[in-house]
Every structure is written in structure tokens, then in C-alpha cells.
């Protein structure tokens, strides 16, 4: 959805461009997801669910009875080098056979990466995992970590879904199962095909130097990513800065949102996030 928003600053505008409803690994259906993002005071609002458009059309009907902004988005599970990243696909046109069929493949593998997940659990003593994971998962077609660790919380193994990944589900820990996502020159080509902008989510989420961080925004960039998410849930004011200063330095737009997945699951809530630092190119003025 194109919008004016000619009277907003662009720093100031409360957007949250990353959210999950119960299509992937969100607690809330589209629909209740949009009123409460709408009820926190969110200005524009994407629904970036993983690896899969079908709770797009649910979401944009309850945004427009509400007047709430809204724009198709996708949170794109790719493998860079060793590294798997989240790249968010915000504008898009959820109709696009190219990026439908990219999606199709990745969603594919996320049905056998969850057998190995409750092999690799039931080897360390937790049987059953698959499942208790599919009892999370609404769309059984995206069980993910996120369901497994419901899984384990509701079983006693752990306090919470944060103390989940620490313990299991991560690399080293039982229940991880290396996987390979998609590439990240498919990912942007199938976003770009789309009508929309590639941005990568969360980039302090990801284990990389300073080196191998640099690296990555200039692959991205060079093969026609356009943002970096500078504002989100679990970032810290310091990185905050860095990636700001990051996305000045490398050209890129600079995107907000917080990640949310539902209530008790999130680092922040929407619309409470802090503004875009002065002085950078808001995402959604790439498609003003």
C-alpha cells in the first residue's frame, strides 16, 4: 500500500515494519494482531510473518476498517556463508509468483528441519517434541524453533521461552539442526520481483565480527538490498548507534519494527520503540 505522509517526519513517524501473527510463529490471528498494534498507536504497520503472505489479506481488511496503515510484508529465512539471517521483504505485491515459489521451497525445508530437531531432543531425553511443537503451530507448514520452545516451557524443561535459547535449540545445544535456507541473491531477486525493498532484520541478533558484518551489508547492498532494521525490539541504544552509523556509511534506508510475536513473547511492544536517529533515509520513503 503507497501512502502520503507528507505531513509526518519521517524520524518521527511511529511505524513498526516486523510482526508476527499465528500464520508462522506469532501468539495473536492477523486480525487481533492489527487491532493491537493499532490500540498501542502505531501509524504504519507491516505484517512480516516468516516465510509465508497468507495472513497478508486477513491483516490489510481489518487495517482499513481500523485506518490504520498498512504494508504487505515477509520475513525471508536465509543462509549466508555459515550465518542464517532474516532478510524482511516490506511493499511487496504478496500475488508475485516469483517470490510465492521461493517461499513454497523454504517452507518445505522447515518441515524436515523439525524432525531433526525432535530426533536431536528425544536423543537428550525429550520425547514427543514434534508433536508438542505442532500443538503451537497453527499453520503446520511453518513449525519452527519458536513452537519447539512453547513446547519445552509448557513440558517443565524450561522457564521460558527466552531460557529456551540458551539451553536448546541453538547451535551447540540440543535441538539445533543446521539447515540451509534460502540464498541471499534469491532472496533480494525474489523481494525485488515483488515491487518491494529487501532489508535485513535484527543485524545484532547475528554472531558476526566487525569484519564479517561489513562483509555482509556489502553483498547486500551490491546485489540490491536496500535497508538495514536500525530500530528493534532487542536492540540495544548502543547498537542502536552502530547500526545507524552502519547504514550511513553503506547507503541504506533505515527501517523500525519490533519484532513482536505476542504478549510475553517480545523484547518491546509496538509503538514503543524509539524514533529513527536524525539524519537517515527512512525505509518507507523508498516507495513515497
Do not use: C
Amino acid at each position: 500500500m503507497i501512502y502520503d505522509h507528507s505531513t509526518s517526519s519521517p524520524s518521527v513517524l511511529n511505524a513498526d515494519l516486523h510482526s508476527h501473527s499465528t500464520v508462522s510463529d506469532g501468539l495473536l490471528s492477523p486480525t487481533d494482531l492489527t487491532r493491537r498494534v493499532a490500540d498501542l498507536g502505531v501509524e504504519l504497520f507491516a505484517l512480516t510473518d516468516h516465510d509465508d503472505v497468507r495472513g497478508l489479506a486477513e491483516a490489510r481488511e481489518e487495517a482499513a476498517r481500523l485506518g490504520l496503515r498498512f504494508v504487505n510484508g515477509v520475513e525471508i529465512s536465509v543462509s549466508w556463508e555459515t550465518t542464517t539471517l532474516h532478510v524482511l521483504g516490506l511493499n511487496i505485491d504478496p500475488q508475485n509468483e516469483d517470490l510465492a515459489g521461493g517461499l513454497a521451497v523454504v517452507r518445505e525445508g522447515r518441515i524436515s528441519r523439525a524432525r531433526g530437531m525432535a530426533d536431536d531432543l528425544a536423543r537428550v531425553g525429550i520425547p514427543g517434541a514434534l508433536e508438542g511443537a505442532n500443538k503451537y503451530a497453527t499453520n503446520k507448514e511453518m513449525i519452527g524453533r519458536t513452537h519447539f520452545a512453547r513446547f519445552l516451557v509448557a513440558s517443565g524443561v524450561s522457564s521460558g521461552v527466552k531460557d529456551v535459547f540458551k539451553r536448546y535449540l541453538v547451535k551447540g545445544k540440543p535441538g539445533y539442526v543446521a539447515h540451509e535456507w534460502a540464498s541471499l541473491s534469491d532472496t533480494i531477486r525474489w523481494i525485488r520481483s515483488a515491487g518491494g525493498v529487501a532489508v535485513i532484520a535484527h543485524p545484532g541478533r547475528y554472531k558476526l565480527g566487525a569484519n564479517p558484518m561489513r562483509r555482509l551489508l556489502g553483498e547486500f547492498r551490491d546485489l540490491g538490498g536496500d535497508g538495514l532494521e536500525v530500530i528493534t525490539g532487542n536492540h540495544t541504544p548502543d547498537q542502536m548507534r552502530h547500526y545507524a552509523s552502519l547504514a550511513k556509511n553503506f547507503g541504506f534506508a533505515a527501517s523500525r519494527g519490533s519484532d513482536y510475536h505476542g504478549p510475553g513473547e517480545s523484547y518491546a511492544l509496538p509503538g514503543r520503540l524509539p524514533p529513527l536517529p536524525e539524519g537517515l533515509r527512512a525505509v518507507w520513503d523508498l516507495w513515497k
